[in-house]
């Protein structure tokens, strides 16, 4: 029998209280493993600054809510974070989420779930974090901007900042049923 004994840090409480201790975690993580890619969720930014401080050197994906996610048309990610992102290395892909795109607005209009809303739900179950840890995996995968033949380590949040990480061998989202969640960095243990 082989095996591999891990520690998991559960927090009592989600929320971006947690993100510098996500953030030390995940990049001791990718350091004992070897991985040099990093898909880290930021709604305005300022978790993808941090982040694009701690792995300069990596592949560095930051995913930011699409424009519209709370109003028309607004985009909630702010230019400087924008450009500090960039000039320490990181990349930044903004796009439809796979969880919410066309059929979050089914739901809205009849009141109704579909497929990929279950998915996200029943993710949701580890709590939020899990739910945007799979999502933005999926999305960077999608853009091209990560592999999806050897592991990352995406990191993401209940609301704001980090409290979550875990590493994961990527897939597209036509193919996310291929997508193997290998390990648990740290995640809340509350909603």
């Known amino acids: 029998m082989s095996f591999v004994e891990k520690t998991i840090v ?48 990596y592949n560095l994906v930051v995913v930011t809510h699409c424009a519209g996610f709370k109003e028309p048309g607004h985009q909630e990610f702010l230019e400087e974070n924008r450009r500090r992102i960039l000039e320490n290395g990181g990349k930044i892909y903004t796009g439809t989420h796979i969880f919410m795109g066309v059929e979050r607005a089914i739901r809205n209009k009849f009141n109704t779930a ?25 999305m960077a995968a999608d853009a091209g901007l990560i592999p999806h033949d050897r592991d990352v380590i995406s990191i993401a949040g209940t609301a704001r ?10 897939a597209n ?15 809340p243990r509350s909603r």
């Open 10 to 57: 559960y927090f009592d409480k989600p929320g971006s209280e947690n993100t510098d201790t996500v953030l030390a975690l995940a990049k001791k993580r990718a350091d004992e493993l070897g991985i040099k890619d990093i898909v880290v969720a930021s709604t305005m930014g300022y978790t993808g600054v941090k982040a694009s401080e701690i792995f300069k050197g």
């Open 114 to 138: 579909y497929p990929a809303e279950i998915m996200a739900q029943t993710l949701r179950l580890f709590g939020e974090g899990m739910k945007v840890a799979v999502e933005i995996t999926a």
């Open 161 to 170: 900042g980090a409290d979550t990480a875990i590493v994961v061998r990527p």
């Open 173 to 187: 989202s036509a193919r996310i049923f291929d997508m193997v969640i290998k390990e648990i960095i740290a995640k």
